[in-house]
């Protein structure tokens, strides 16, 4: 294992080496990985493991997994899209909540007995409740990887259909970053577009925070697989 | 009222009422179907992606679904 050296309690190389001992030592994966990491050491040497289940930008998330994960591949990069795209459905969320709040200015419901007004505010925050819950899932599971062999788009379009979108690291082409508008640039996010040469031609990372550097790790990993043949 | 037409006669206080009581009971049931969907959905994407808010998750689908069957059950009972 080559020296991965973060400033932390506990260093990412610490993280791999405990994730990747668990159970894939006997593997190879380590020797496999090993490579990736110094690469991600490299482009990303500040960073740290995040172990808030909220965080938007992790190296070697330490909690994650996916299904679709193969036996021998590691999450390097694990992205969400940035929490200040959240802000238009929490903002709505609130609007929800206090909306009935006008009913004390403007009695709509006073044509209606007793019982039927109570149900209706019932409903009403049922329904609220709802909103919050479907906005916050999509954000929370919709989530790209850069794994040591491939980059993963794992989204859930609706209620029940999911759609996994993934690319070797070889057969990536191109790779842009988009960051448009006031907002993004203040905060610091945008989009990643990544052309590919698998059947799905482009996989876009939607809104992730700090889009060049993910990109320039991409580039290096590229560079790294393309040396090591 | 006598001479108007069976259609008109139908709307009775007490039928509008009634009506109105159906409608609120299926907007209910949608709901319930709605918070059914949740416990699936969390359950489909709990499985593709496992992290450690896992349980939280599931708890808070199946908390939203009994309180969708609450409310529906008192829809039936005090509507």
Same mark, same amino acid.
């Given at each position: 294992?080559? $020296?991965?050296?973060?400033?932390?309690?506990?260093?990412?190389?610490?993280?791999?080496?405990?994730? &990747?001992?668990?159970?894939?030592?006997?593997?190879?994966?380590?020797?496999?990985? *090993?490579?990736?990491?110094?690469?991600?050491? *490299?482009? /990303?040497?500040?960073?740290?493991? !995040?172990? $808030?289940?909220?965080?938007?930008?992790?190296?070697?998330p330490p909690y994650i997994h996916a299904d679709v994960q193969k036996s021998d591949e590691v999450i390097l990069l694990m992205l969400r899209?940035?929490?200040?795209? $959240?802000?238009?459905?929490?903002?709505?969320?609130?609007?929800?909540?206090?909306?009935?709040?006008?009913?004390?200015?403007?009695?709509? &419901?006073?044509? &209606?007995?007793?019982?039927? !007004?109570? /149900?209706?505010?019932?409903?009403?925050?049922?329904?609220?409740?709802?909103?919050?819950?479907?906005?916050?899932?999509?954000?929370?599971?919709?989530?790209?990887?850069?794994?040591?062999?491939?980059?993963?788009?794992?989204?859930?379009?609706?209620?029940?259909?999911?759609?996994?979108? *993934?690319?070797?690291?070889? !057969?990536? !082409?191109?790779?842009?970053?988009?960051?448009?508008?006031?907002?993004p640039s203040l905060f610091n996010y945008g989009n990643v577009y990544i052309q590919t040469a698998a059947a799905t031609p482009e996989i876009r990372f939607?809104?992730?925070?700090?889009?060049?550097?993910?990109?320039?790790?991409?580039?290096?990993?590229?560079?790294?697989?393309?040396?090591?043949? | %009222?006598?001479?108007?037409?069976?259609?008109?006669?139908?709307?009775?206080?007490?039928?509008?009422?009634?009506?109105?009581?159906?409608?609120?009971?299926?907007?209910?049931?949608?709901? %319930?179907?709605?918070?059914?969907?949740?416990?699936?959905?969390?359950?489909?994407?709990?499985?593709?992606?496992?992290?450690? %808010?896992?349980?939280?998750?599931?708890?808070?689908?199946?908390?939203?679904?009994?309180?969708?069957?609450?409310?529906?059950?008192?829809?039936?009972?005090?509507?």
């Open positions: 294992m080559p $020296n991965v050296v973060y400033d932390a309690n506990k260093p990412a190389g610490d993280v791999a080496d405990e994730k &990747l001992s668990e159970k894939d030592q006997a593997e190879g994966k380590q020797e496999a990985s *090993s490579g990736e990491i110094d690469v991600l050491n *490299s482009v /990303m040497p500040e960073e740290k493991p !995040q172990s $808030n289940p909220f965080t938007t930008f992790s190296v070697l899209r940035h929490v200040i795209t $959240n802000v238009g459905w929490v903002l709505t969320g609130l609007i929800m909540l206090l909306a009935p709040l006008v009913l004390s200015f403007f009695p709509l &419901l006073e044509a &209606l007995p007793g019982r039927f !007004q109570g /149900m209706t505010l019932v409903l009403w925050y049922l329904i609220t409740t709802g909103f919050i819950l479907e906005q916050f899932l999509s954000w929370y599971f919709h989530v790209f990887f850069i794994t040591n062999r491939r980059v993963i788009d794992i989204d859930f379009l609706n209620l029940i259909y999911k759609s996994i979108t *993934s690319a070797k690291i070889q !057969q990536i !082409q191109d790779i842009t970053v988009r960051v448009k508008g006031v907002i939607d809104k992730v925070p700090q889009p060049k550097k993910a990109a320039r790790f991409l580039n290096e990993l590229l560079a790294y697989h393309s040396k090591k043949g | %009222m006598d001479s108007a037409p069976p259609f008109v006669q139908f709307f009775t206080i007490e039928n509008v009422w009634l009506a109105l009581k159906l409608g609120y009971i299926l907007a209910f049931l949608v709901y %319930m179907v709605f918070a059914v969907v949740v416990v699936t959905q969390i359950r489909l994407m709990v499985n593709t992606l496992h992290c450690q %808010m896992d349980g939280l998750i599931k708890t808070v689908g199946w908390l939203h679904l009994a309180v969708a069957i609450l409310a529906l059950l008192a829809a039936i009972l005090i509507l």
